[in-house]
């Protein structure tokens, strides 16, 4: 049995994955999302995320984390990292070679492998077709000029099938896909 590696992508409906001055979860946490982020942090899984979100992660202030904070030092994480050269999280370690360490983490087949951020990361993985669920979480805000990082920049083309949606507060949608491994339509 393999372990289901799902990437989550929150973005704007613009499609920025982050941006300047705008809070966490684009600053629409409601009820619902809270009920889903609490829902998924019972599932066993090992974190899979790259350096630049992991030293985000690590400057927030105490304040920032609310109850996140002791679930995810509980968690077995991966950062994946050329020049890290150590990580101060509990559970952590780094990988340096992404393909063959996820492939290698879903052949042993014990937990669930997600994805924190890490947009650099979720495409190399759309790229080597190892993701098995994509998760867009679309958050009702045209973020323009304060937008980041584009989410699915020098991303190669990969066909998606739509497997679930769901409403989240009666605002944010949040779409799950399953990478087809056929090529995309083309004209």
Do not use: C, H
């Amino acid at each position: 049995m393999s372990a289901e590696l799902v990437v989550d992508v929150f973005v704007s409906v613009d499609g920025w994955a982050g941006g300047d001055r705008l809070p966490g979860f684009f600053g629409y946490f409601g009820d619902d999302l809270a009920r889903w982020t609490t829902a998924e942090r019972r599932v066993p899984e090992t974190v899979i995320m790259g350096r630049r979100t992991y030293e985000a992660f690590l400057a927030l202030p105490p304040a920032a984390w609310s109850a996140d904070r002791e679930p995810l030092m509980r968690q077995d994480k991966v950062v994946f990292s050329r020049t890290l050269q150590s990580v101060v999280w509990p559970n952590t370690r780094i990988g340096r070679d992404l393909a063959t360490e996820i492939r290698d983490l879903k052949n042993a087949g014990q937990r669930r492998l997600r994805t924190w951020g890490s947009m650099s990361l979720a495409g190399q993985l759309l790229e080597a077709g190892l993701v098995d669920v994509l998760r867009l979480m679309r958050f009702p805000l045209i973020a323009g000029p304060s937008g980041r990082q584009s989410a699915f920049e020098g991303v190669p083309s990969v066909d998606l099938e739509l497997i679930r949606t769901l409403v989240l507060d009666d605002r944010i949608v949040l779409e799950e896909y399953r990478p087809t491994g056929r090529d995309i339509p083309r004209a």
